[in-house]
């Protein structure tokens, strides 16, 4: 019989997420030299200056969320861009990230993995190597992403079976032996 392994649902926040990345969706800025502009019609400010990783084109990506397991059976990594995520309509989405272990393995440190609930109009952008899946706690979420284009071509293929990824990699939780993952709140 498999160990369960509860994992709790955190909420976002700046400090919680930082091991892992950037979040998106900051209030407007106090700092006078930040770059940012406010009027009576709209504001605008700088959140995070995206990295698609040497050689790179950035690429807009629509995802449709709808995983309501809360069972994590599976991890993916991308190794060249940072990757950002950021519902857009349908609900929240609870996020899990983890980082890549220190050692050679390029596994993930599942010591170090957390949860996190993200809501519309928030969003985050992952490190290279941070190991990831995506859940919906109801129905379906879209999701805005962005990411490097040879890096979704990429995934595309080995999830095709045309061939294998270089960019990215996927892990079954199963094959890392440490029992059921299981999200609560």
């Avoid at 990831?132 to 992403?145: D, I, K, W």
Wanted: charged share 20%.
């Amino acid at each position: 019989m498999k160990r369960e392994r509860m994992i709790p649902i955190d909420s976002l926040d700046d400090d919680a997420f930082s091991p892992y990345g950037w979040l998106l969706g900051c209030p407007f800025p106090t700092d006078p030299a930040a770059t940012a502009f406010t009027h009576p019609g709209s504001d605008f400010w700088h959140v995070h200056g995206f990295d698609p990783g040497a050689g790179g084109e950035t690429e807009i990506l629509w995802v449709n969320y709808r995983n309501d397991s809360l069972r994590l059976r599976a991890l993916e990594v991308h190794w060249l861009t940072e990757q950002a995520i950021i519902p857009l309509g349908g609900g929240e989405i609870v996020h899990v990230v983890c980082p890549t272990q220190d050692d050679q393995s390029r596994l993930p440190d599942l010591t170090r993995l957390r949860a996190f609930r993200i809501g519309t109009g928030l969003g985050v952008c992952m490190r290279p190597g941070c190991w990831h899946a995506s859940f919906v706690l109801a129905g379906q979420t879209t999701c805005l992403m962005l990411t490097r284009a040879s890096t979704t071509r990429d995934l595309v293929a080995s999830l095709k079976g045309e061939s294998v990824a270089i960019e990215s990699c996927c892990v079954d939780m199963d094959s890392l032996g440490d029992g059921e993952w299981l999200l609560h709140a």
